[in-house]
T-cell receptor, first 119, second 113 residues
C-alpha cells in the first residue's frame, strides 16, 4: 500500500515551453501533497505544499507563477513548469500524506521522481 | 535555525561488512526523526521513523538509534549487500504548526564486491 506515482519519469523540452508533471496517490487519498526539487548530490528542497481544493503554499524564493500547482482531486496533484529554462533542469519529487492515516509519525510517501531537462 | 547534518559524506565498504551512518539534528519543536534510502534517480524510501520517546528501531538489516538529549541519530547497516549502495538521508520533522521535513544532505554509500 501507500504507493505514489509520477508521470512522466523523465522529460526533455525546449527552452520556453511548459511542462506538466503529475503526481498520483494510487491506493490512498491525499489531502496534502508536497513538491520537492533536488539538484545533483544535494538534498531535497521543498517547493510548495499542495492542499486539495485550495491554493498551494509556496516556500520562500519559489515563484508561484513559474511553478503552477493544481490539486484538483484527492489523488492527483500537478506541477507545471511554465516557460522552462535550462536552470529549471532538475529532479522533481512529489510526496503525499494519507488522509486516513494519522499518527505521531505523520508519514509522507514519496513518488519516484521526474527528471526534467530543458535544452 | 533548523538543520540536519550527516557524516560521513560518502562511504565505501566491502560486501558483507557492517557500517554506521551518523546524523546530528537541530529541529525545534521536534516531532520525529526519519531515515530514508534513495537510489540514484529515484524517490526516497522510508527505512525508519522514530519519535523522541523511541531509542531504537529496526527494519530488517537496518537499525536506527535516536538520542533525543544529544540530538543524534545513527543508522547501522548489517551484512551489507550490493543493493545497499544508495544515498541515505536523515530527516527531522518539526512539530506543531511547523511540521516540515528538514533534510540532511545524505551519506552516499557504495558497497563493493
Amino acid at each position: 500500500g501507500a504507493v505514489v506515482s509520477q508521470h512522466p519519469s523523465r522529460v526533455i523540452c525546449k527552452s520556453g515551453t511548459s511542462v506538466k508533471i503529475e503526481c498520483r496517490s494510487l491506493d490512498f487519498q491525499a489531502t496534502t501533497m508536497f513538491w520537492y526539487r533536488q539538484f545533483p548530490k544535494k538534498s531535497l528542497m521543498l517547493m510548495a505544499t499542495s492542499n486539495e481544493g485550495s491554493k498551494a503554499t509556496y516556500e520562500q524564493g519559489v515563484e508561484k507563477d513559474k511553478f503552477l500547482i493544481n490539486h484538483a482531486s484527492l489523488t492527483l496533484s500537478t506541477l507545471t513548469v511554465t516557460s522552462a529554462h535550462p536552470e529549471d533542469s532538475s529532479f522533481y519529487i512529489c510526496s503525499a500524506r494519507d488522509r486516513a492515516y494519522w499518527s505521531s509519525y505523520n508519514e509522507q510517501f514519496f513518488g519516484p521522481g521526474t527528471r526534467l531537462t530543458v535544452l | 535555525k533548523n538543520q540536519v547534518e550527516q557524516s560521513p559524506q560518502s562511504l565505501i565498504i566491502l560486501e558483507g561488512k557492517n557500517c554506521t551512518l551518523q546524523c546530528n539534528y537541530t529541529v525545534s519543536p521536534f516531532s520525529n526523526l526519519r531515515w530514508y534510502k534513495q537510489d540514484t534517480g529515484r524517490g526516497p524510501v522510508s527505512l525508519t521513523i522514530m519519535t523522541f520517546s523511541e531509542n531504537t528501531k529496526s527494519n530488517g538489516r537496518y537499525t536506527a538509534t535516536l538520542d533525543a538529549d544529544t540530538k543524534q541519530s545513527s543508522l547501522h547497516i548489517t551484512a551489507s549487500q550490493l543493493s545497499d549502495s544508495a544515498s541515505y538521508i536523515c530527516v527531522g520533522q518539526g512539530g506543531g504548526a511547523t511540521n516540515k521535513l528538514i533534510f540532511g544532505t545524505g551519506t552516499l554509500l557504495a558497497v563493493q564486491p
